[in-house]
């Protein structure tokens, strides 16, 4: 029969162990809290949640390749010639330029060999060929610097052939 002694008030078993202290390893640990946590891995800027100025891709647009998926000239290809808040002049059919909002379109995802504007990353602004693809990235060869950097697809846009 175990009958506590002086000093274990309330029947505690023997060396309960710090109190709060849980020695059960964390599965997969790293950053609590933080699931599929990759450092120093930024994700996608700019798409979903809100749109704050810095996510807005189309100061940094000009002469990409967009699709309209919205309002009146959606399904056509256009070209942006310039932009200002969340509107761009979009050059539609090569003859007519309109105004479209930032929601109503979408880059066009280049291709290899392809030149590219990076539209987000810390990189935004920048200009290159697309050298190679790597499954969801591009691997750029940005202009001038010819440093080569790799980027996710969703973070470029296809640039229009200069004429």
């Known amino acids: 029969d175990y009958s506590p002694g002086p000093g274990t008030p309330g029947g505690y078993s023997p060396n309960p162990g710090t109190p709060g202290y849980n020695p059960t390893p964390t599965p997969g640990a790293g950053t609590p809290g933080t699931p599929g946590y990759t450092p120093g891995y930024s994700g996608t800027p700019g798409f979903g949640g809100g749109q704050a100025e810095d996510d807005n891709w189309l100061q940094y647009?000009?002469?990409v390749l967009v699709n309209v998926v919205g309002g009146e000239h959606a399904g056509k290809a256009g070209v942006i010639r310039s932009s200002e808040g969340v509107y761009a002049q979009?050059?539609?059919s090569g003859d007519m330029t309109v105004s479209i909002?930032?929601?109503q379109m979408k880059p066009v995802v280049p291709s290899k060999k392809d030149e590219v504007a990076v539209i987000s990353d810390s990189n935004k602004g920048g200009r290159g060929s697309l050298i190679g693809l790597d499954g969801e990235d591009?691997?750029?060869k940005i202009q001038?610097?010819?440093d080569i950097?790799?980027?996710r697809l969703d973070c470029l846009a296809k640039l229009a052939p200069q004429e």
Do not use: K
């Open 61 to 63: 647009a000009t002469g």
């Open 90 to 92: 979009v050059e539609v």
């Open 101 to 103: 909002e930032m929601s």
């Open 138 to 140: 591009g691997i750029v």
């Open 144 to 146: 001038p610097s010819l």
């Open 149 to 151: 950097i790799i980027l």
